[in-house]
């Protein structure tokens, strides 16, 4: 499965099908109410168990995390530094 596919399935909600139903890789998850602040915890630490790498404080920017190919972009900057 491709890291595209591992986060969507993590981020999906049966609450929030609807959105996911039509969801771009570059739609904002924060502007969809995909993402929340808490769900953005969550999603940190299973981005840091899932791919290995660590997310600093200095990277909690919500470019880094508001879509699907953001998020995808970021894990790979870090796994290539």
Known sequence: MDM???IINFLY???LKDEF???DYDDSLLELGIIDSVKMLDLIGFIEE????QVDDDD????NFDSINAIVNYIN?????
């Open 50 to 53: 899932r791919f290995g790498v």
């Open 77 to 81: 900057s870090k796994k290539n530094n």
């Open 21 to 23: 139903k039509e969801l």
């Open 4 to 6: 595209h596919q591992q």
């Open 13 to 15: 909600d049966e609450s």
């Open 60 to 63: 909690l920017y919500p470019e």
